[in-house]
């Protein structure tokens, strides 16, 4: 079993940054895959960022390719996702997520790869 535990969120101006953290337990991430994705009111949860185990290969979604960096501490078990040029469309909860399926070990842009899930932390980009 692994628990994952977000904080972070908040509210920032168009233009601002943000740091969501996701702490770990349970397992540790040499053994488990990490994601990102985020839900908007009103629409279906998609994808954000996914890291492979090795923290070497990311994958983003295009909507934030070059404003988010998805990485890992491996000596406190915790993922973040640093948020730069926040925009108002980046407005949603967003949940770290966690497969240890050893064929998702190169990371998974999939809603159903991941078997772990953390309770979403909200953030909302407005003036």
């Known amino acids: 079993q692994v628990q994952l535990v977000e904080s972070g969120g908040g509210r920032v101006q168009p233009g601002g940054s943000m740091r969501l953290s996701c702490a770990a337990s349970?397992?540790?991430?040499?053994?488990?895959?990490m994601g990102w994705f985020r839900q908007a009111p009103g629409k279906e949860r998609e994808f954000v960022a996914t890291i492979s185990r090795s923290g070497i290969s990311t994958t983003y979604a295009d909507s934030v390719k070059g404003r988010f960096t998805i990485s890992v501490d491996i000596t406190n078990n915790t993922a973040y996702l640093q948020m730069n040029s926040l925009k108002p469309e980046d407005t949603a909860v967003y949940y770290c997520?966690?497969?240890?399926?050893?064929?998702?070990?190169?990371?998974?842009?999939?809603?159903?790869?991941?078997?772990?899930w953390g309770q979403g932390t909200p953030v909302t980009v407005s003036s």
């Open positions: 349970g397992r540790t991430f040499s053994s488990i895959t």
């Open positions: 997520a966690a497969t240890d399926s050893w064929y998702l070990r190169r990371g998974s842009s999939r809603n159903h790869d991941y078997n772990y």
